[in-house]
């Protein structure tokens, strides 16, 4: 495990990705939808015009007004950050090359790092917050700082280098404050809360390194055993999960809610709990038994969330040396998880998890990710385009008439004998929707699934049958939510 897990992930992102150049594409106008199965909608948020790359953009993060923040791809090559409201909006720099957001809160402040001016290979960046300006929080006297965080109330926190080049955690609030260490050298915040409680993770004494909870004083939350922990997230509760190294060196989950608490695997050597909602529910990752990777929901006993078919599934963006940062929530407040799974031809799509794992769909190519999601059950992340690159995206559930609608396409691109019958009776449910006839929409919804039953392997076949009873379904499920 890398001492500096928030400082490496956000910066391999720019300067250690290097992507093989494609050839220049047209910049798409705006946004594309892409009907996938379950009743969800695939939104490509598009980019700043990186034609030339593989990776475009990327949404790190969502917030319960829809609001997207990411990076995203220039027309020069560089990394800059997004906000998305409908349109993206390039945040610029703080005048250097690079930039990116990773968190926004509810009132659409967003915050990130940003490179500043400076020679070299590597330079100098910044913690920023932007409220439509982007704007340079400091450093605690060392020469770089990030953001990882924001509540609410507005208050940041990350990491800086102090003016002996040690990094230390930090929260903002109009200034930048220095948390301290639990004794050691170093310490890194990695989220806040509504009321402003800090965790994350700091060096001791002895050098080990132990999660934290910081609410005025930094407070050690104890170890398993071994001597490398990190307290990944905490709910509104200030309930904490996070992960640390057992006596036997394996990694695992634990929970703190005033004692550290072991979680367990399901059945192989390690896990990780990556995100807590306010009911407690946390997402996780773990290896089973027969050593493949699973999601995980944990609620007092730790649940199988299972895969799309392949034999690997995980919450948020993916392993733990893949895409994924801190303050990216993957599991909302009603217990649904969404992140990246193998399905079983091989590619890797998002899921959408609420008791269920639903495959949310691609923008045509094999390789998506699901990052975070919102309680209004939209998430966000990357899908791959048929073409290859990957763009910025937002998936959200299809409303009711968007559902028949997707239904009816799906017909018309069957082409069979019978599509001039099933698309009449679908029209009929569309009006009744229109008029608020909920009730009657639903019993003719009923009777579409019944027709089609009746067809199956005769005007129409198996896997035919299954689709479009899939999304029928899907919009009885919603009307009768």
């Not at 990350?158 to 903002?172: V, Y």
């Not at 109009?174 to 409680?197: E, F, I, K, P, Q």
């Not at 199956?456 to 689709?467: F, I, M, P, V, W």
Request: charged fraction near 10%; charge should be negative.
């Amino acid at each position: 495990m890398h001492q500096r897990l928030a400082v490496v992930t956000i910066l391999t992102l720019v300067f250690g990705a290097c992507e093989q150049a494609m050839a220049p594409q047209e910049l798409l106008p705006g946004p594309r939808f892409s009907t996938t199965g379950g009743g969800y909608t695939a939104i490509d948020l598009g980019h700043l015009g990186g034609d030339a790359y593989i990776t475009r953009s990327l949404g790190l993060a969502i917030n319960d007004n829809g609001q997207v923040v990411g990076w995203s791809r220039t027309p020069s090559g560089a990394v800059h950050a997004f906000f998305w409201d409908g349109t993206m909006h390039d945040l610029g720099t703080l005048g250097g090359a690079a930039s990116q957001a990773v968190a926004v809160n509810t009132a659409g402040r967003a915050v990130g790092w940003s490179t500043i001016s400076g020679a070299g290979s590597s330079p100098p960046y910044r913690a920023f917050l932007w409220d439509g300006t982007m704007h340079n929080l400091g450093t605690l006297g060392g020469t770089s700082s990030y953001a990882v965080a924001i509540n609410d109330a507005g208050q940041v926190v990350g990491g800086s280098q102090t003016a002996s080049g040690q990094w230390h955690a930090f929260i903002w609030d109009g200034a930048m404050h220095d948390l301290g260490t639990l004794g050691g050298s170093d310490s890194y915040a990695l989220a806040v809360n509504r009321a402003g409680l800090v965790v994350g993770r700091s060096r001791t004494v002895s050098g080990a390194y132990h999660p934290f909870l910081w609410d005025g004083t930094m407070h050690n939350l104890g170890s398993l055993g071994g001597n490398d922990s990190y307290a990944y997230d905490i709910n509104d509760a200030g309930v904490v999960v996070g992960f640390g190294r057992t006596a036997s060196n394996n990694w695992h989950a634990f929970v703190w809610d005033g004692t550290v608490r072991d979680l367990g695997t399901l059945g192989g050597g390690y896990s990780f709990a990556w995100a807590i909602n306010d009911a407690g529910q946390i997402a996780g990752s773990a290896l089973t038994a027969s050593s493949g990777e699973r999601a995980f929901l944990w609620d007092g006993t730790m649940h199988n969330l299972g895969t799309l078919g392949g034999a690997y599934s995980s919450p948020g963006g993916g392993s733990l040396w893949d895409l994924r940062m801190p303050g990216t929530k993957s599991i909302n407040n009603a217990g649904q998880v969404v992140g990246r799974s193998r399905t079983a031809s091989g590619g890797y799509h998002p899921f959408l998890w609420d008791g269920t794992m639903h495959d949310l769909g691609t923008l045509g190519g094999d390789d998506s990710r699901a990052m975070a999601i919102n309680d209004a059950g939209q998430a966000v992340g990357s899908s791959m385009l048929a073409s290859g690159e990957s763009h910025a995206t937002l998936w959200r559930i299809l409303t009711p008439v968007e559902q028949v609608q997707a239904i009816i396409d799906l017909i018309e691109s069957m082409n069979v004998d019978v599509s001039t019958s099933l698309i009449a009776k679908l029209n009929v449910v569309t009006a009744m929707l229109n008029d608020g006839r909920t009730g009657s929409a639903v019993r003719l919804l009923d009777a579409f699934i019944s027709h089609v039953e009746g067809l199956r392997g005769n005007k129409l076949t198996s896997g035919q049958a299954d689709q479009l009873q899939a999304l029928a379904q899907a919009a009885l499920d919603q009307l009768s939510a």
